[in-house]
Every structure is written in C-alpha cells, then in structure tokens.
C-alpha cells in the first residue's frame, strides 16, 4: 500500500546566521554610504517573486515522499534573473532569497545583463537513487514552468546539482513548449548546447581574483601558500588552478575533514581520489585536521568554497591567512567581517571571487541564443578580462569609500542597479 511521508523539517543551526539578514547588514552599510533613498532602498531588499512549490515523488521503493523546492526571483531590473538551484536537506527559504540577492549584486559586479534569482529543492541527494533525483528535478521544472524562460528566468547548477540534472531541466523545459529551448538553463553538457569552460569557471575566477588580489599586495604568486575549504566543483577546481600557477595548496577539506601537507598537496591525487570514492575520507595525502583547524592554519590564501557561515567570529580571530577570496557563497558571518578588518585581511567578497560561473552562464546563454559556439581559448580569454576588470572596478570603489572590499562591491552593485530602476521609472 502507498504510504505518504511529509519531508520533515530542518532543525535550527545554532551555528548559523539567517543569511537574508546577513546579507542584509551588508547591504545597509553600502546604501547607507551610496545615501540610497528609501522607497529605492524598499524596492532593492526586497525579491520580486518567491515560490514554493510541493514535488511529491513515487520513490523506488513505491512509498510516495513530498519534497518542498524553492524559486526566488530577488531583482529582474537589469535584464531575466540568473541563478544556480541546489539540493541541500537543510535549505530553507531565507537562504534561498540571500542567494537569490547576492546573485543580482554578482552579476551587477561583474557587469553583465542579468538580475538575481535562486533555485533549491531540500532533499539529501546522498539519500536518492539517480531515478528519484531525476523526478524530484523534472517535478520541480514542470511546477516552474512559466517562472522559467530564456527571457524570464534562466536555472544553473549549484550545490549537489551537476549538468545532468540541468539537461533533465532543459529537457522538461522542452517538452512542455514543443520546441528545443536550450537557451532556458546553464552548465548543461556541451553536446546539449553548453559553453566550454563552464565547468571550471568559479574555480577559474578564483583563481584570476586570488591573482589580482596578491598583485594588489605586492605578493608573488609562486609558491604563495593556498588553503581551499570545500573539494566539489569550485574548491577542486580552484585548487588545481592555482597550483597550476605556480602557488602551494597545503591544505584541502571536505565534508570528512580537512588534510594540510606543509611541503604541498598532490592536487591530482587527491582529485583522482576523490573521483574513485565520492569523498577525500580515507585520504592518505595529508594530515587529517577538523574545518577550524583547516581554517585557521598557517597559510597566505584562505579560499572558503564549502558553504555559508564557516567562517565565524571564533575562526575569523584564528585565521592567518592574508588574503580570504571567498569560493562560496557567504561562507563568512557578517558578524565576522569586523574582526577580519581588523586584523587587517584582505577578503575578496563572494559576489566578486565566484562570479566566473555566471559570467561563463552568461557567454552560454549568449551562445545558445546566436547559435554559434565559440572556443575554450575565448571563454577564458574573455572570463580573465571580465574577472580582472571587475576586481579592479571594486577596488578601487573600495579606495574611494575607504572601506573594505566587500563593501566596495555591494556599493558598486547597488549604485548600478539603483540607477536602472531610476531610469526604468516605476511602473504603476
Ligand atoms: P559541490 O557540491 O560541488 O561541493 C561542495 C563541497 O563542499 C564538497 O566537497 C563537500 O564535501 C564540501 N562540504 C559540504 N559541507 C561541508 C562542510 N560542512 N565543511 C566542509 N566541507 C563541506 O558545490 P560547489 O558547486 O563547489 O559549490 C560550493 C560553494 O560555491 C557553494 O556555496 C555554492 O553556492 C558556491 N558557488 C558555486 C558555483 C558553481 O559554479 N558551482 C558558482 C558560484 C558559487
């Protein structure tokens, strides 16, 4: 007999800030300095659409479970909405509508044609067989289907989301409008319409932010000491890349720990490893730390590219790093920005550090759309230019404003939104 089950919900984490709120406190400092009027401040803090949405699954066994998704539309100001959609069990809405902002300041960093929005469905990938993860997605994809388009609202992956699933989108996508639309979402494999470098895109701007920052602090690059937090697609990727130019990774972690090598991390073993066994546990490459430690051991480069609120007060007054450049997403509390001040750490904010992927979405998105597919060697070329452009645009709003980089970035993003809603006008 079919048995109902009802996705329970998350315990509260005692460890963790509401990411909308901390989102929040930066944001009111930038508007604060930009003077931001009050009916425009108003209209920025808040999404534009939110949708939940109930995706019950037949799961393999014949039991029916409901799973809740998530679609968050922070800003359309500047052109359709952008954002990644994760599979995470403890997701909740607020973070969704954080990410969902950070996306619209990301992409106005970075200056490309795109609002904000995010995507998630809670549910424990690690629990699901490939063919539940399969429904879960076009079951969410066909609740979504008008919130989606490539002029409305354009998905790519994110945490625990991979290519496949971005193609399932697409296809469910497709199926419902009778027509191939790959253009609807990004990070899809390339023989579906998908960008070359997409995949290694955060990972590469990392890597060209993490450059600009040390060149900004007179540090040569070669042998600079990396820790990365996180092995996924932008902790690995990262990790390689800048070995790749020249620096030392001594540290890497996942979510079985971390492994410091003060003579350098074999990046590729551990790559292969992870690979073959879905985890770095078992690892024989370094030595086996808990994320704190990982966090605040010696090292020049501290690259968070895990998830959000790692780095908490108490790690923030442990890290020796000169130089944070944030992979993931709001992986630093707000509350810990004051203590990384003044201790005097550079932090290369996340909606500068990962908005490679967007930006590599974007030239996706471009190319789908003309038809025409351009080489690995032009992505990358035009993805260094875009992230060294950026960093620069940031710093120096940064200098101008006396404030750190991260402040910089959310003035510069507001102030570039804020002028489009004025010119736009409201409509009533
Ligand atoms: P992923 O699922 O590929 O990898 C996540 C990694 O973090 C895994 O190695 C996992 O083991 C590890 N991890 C999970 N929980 C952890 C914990 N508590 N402590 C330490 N490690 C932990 O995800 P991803 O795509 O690499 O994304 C990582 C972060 O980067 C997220 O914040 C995501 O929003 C952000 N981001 C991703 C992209 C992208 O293009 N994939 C772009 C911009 C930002």
Not at 142 to 151: E, H, Q
Not at 235 to 251: F, I, K, M, P, Y
Not at 256 to 261: C, E, F
Request: net charge negative; with cysteine; charged share 25%.
């Amino acid at each position: 007999m079919e048995q109902t089950v009802s996705y329970q919900e998350p315990a509260p984490f005692p460890d963790r800030e509401n990411p909308f709120e901390s989102m929040m406190k930066r944001f009111d400092v930038a508007a604060d300095i930009l003077g931001l009027e009050q009916g425009v401040y108003e209209y920025l803090k808040r999404p534009v659409r939110q949708y939940i949405v109930s995706i019950p699954i037949q799961m393999d066994d014949g039991r029916i479970e409901v799973f809740e998704g998530y679609r968050v539309i922070h800003s359309d100001v500047m052109g359709p909405s952008k954002g990644g959609v994760r599979f995470t069990p403890d997701v909740t809405l607020d973070e969704v509508k954080a990410l969902a902002a950070w996306m619209t300041w990301k992409c106005a960093v970075v200056n490309i044609p795109f609002g904000g929005a995010k995507g998630a469905v809670r549910c424990d990938p690690a629990k699901l067989t490939r063919v539940e993860v399969e429904k879960i997605t076009r079951r969410y994809t066909a609740n979504l289907i008008d919130v989606f388009g490539p002029d409305k609202d354009v998905p790519a992956p994110d945490m625990n989301t991979d290519e496949q699933i971005m193609a399932w989108i697409m296809d469910t996508y497709s199926m419902h409008t009778h027509r191939t639309e790959n253009a609807v979402v990004t990070g899809k494999p390339l023989i579906l319409g998908g960008s070359l470098g997409r995949k290694e895109a955060t990972g590469r701007g990392v890597m060209a932010t993490t450059i600009s920052a040390l060149e900004r602090l007179n540090v040569p690059v070669s042998k600079t000491r990396v820790v990365v937090q996180g092995f996924g697609n932008v902790g690995s990727v990262s990790a390689s890349l800048l070995q790749g130019a020249g620096c030392l990774v001594t540290g890497i972690s996942d979510i079985s720990g971390g492994y410091l090598n003060k003579r350098g991390i074999d990046v590729q073993d551990a790559l292969a490893y992870a690979a073959a066994h879905r985890t770095l546990e078992g690892w024989k490459g370094g030595e086996w730390v808990t994320q704190e430690e990982l966090l605040t051991t010696e090292c020049d480069v501290l690259v968070p590219a895990a998830k959000e609120d790692q780095i908490t007060p108490a790690v923030a007054r442990g890290v020796k790093a000169r130089v944070i450049v944030e992979g993931a997403n709001g992986p630093t509390m707000a509350s810990a920005d004051g203590i990384l001040e003044e201790k005097g750490i550079m932090v290369v904010p996340d909606i500068l550090a990962n908005s490679g992927g967007v930006t590599v979405s974007y030239f996706e998105w471009v190319q789908d759309r003309i038809g025409y597919f351009w080489s690995l060697e032009r992505v990358n070329q035009r993805l260094d230019v875009m992230m060294r452009t950026a960093f620069e645009a940031v710093f120096q709003t940064a200098q101008q404003h006396r404030v750190p980089l991260r402040i910089g970035a959310y003035i510069m993003a507001i102030d570039k939104v804020a002028k489009t809603l004025k010119l736009r006008g409201i409509y009533a």
